[in-house]
């Protein structure tokens, strides 16, 4: 069973920059698709970013392309969300998720998930 733990999420600043990290325990860290989810207040969760095993590929919601970068590093176990140039509207919970099986944008096809992380920026 994968377990997953994120960190670095804080109180920023629009136009500021955080950066996430979410690190793997249990199971084969390179062989899962690894993904970024947010969810803010009585909204739905959606999808932020994903990174295959090897990192060769990554994808990124149209929302936050061209300001956040996701990367890993399967050394350390370790996926990243760099977020720069946060809006308002980036305000939400971040979740780090694991997939095993072929990538879909989706929540339902990430089935380990960590316990989120703050993610709140001030206009």
């Known amino acids: 069973q994968v377990q997953l733990v994120e960190s670095g999420g804080g109180l920023v600043q629009a136009g500021g920059s955080l950066r996430l990290s979410c690190t793997s325990s249990?199971?084969?860290?390179?062989?899962?698709?690894m993904g970024w989810f947010r969810q803010a207040p009585g909204k739905e969760r959606e999808f932020v970013a994903a990174?295959?095993?090897?990192?060769?590929?990554?994808y990124v919601a149209g929302s936050v392309k061209g300001r956040f970068t996701i990367s890993r590093d399967n050394a350390k176990n370790t996926v990243y969300l760099q977020m720069n140039s946060l809006k308002p509207e980036d305000t939400a919970v971040y979740f780090c998720?694991?997939?095993?099986?072929?990538?879909?944008?989706?929540?339902?096809?990430?089935?380990?998930w960590g316990q989120g992380t703050q993610v709140t920026v001030s206009s």
């Open positions: 990174i295959s095993g090897t990192g060769g590929a990554t």
């Open positions: 249990g199971g084969t860290f390179s062989t899962y698709i």
């Open positions: 998720a694991a997939s095993g099986s072929t990538f879909k944008p989706t929540p339902e096809n990430f089935g380990s």
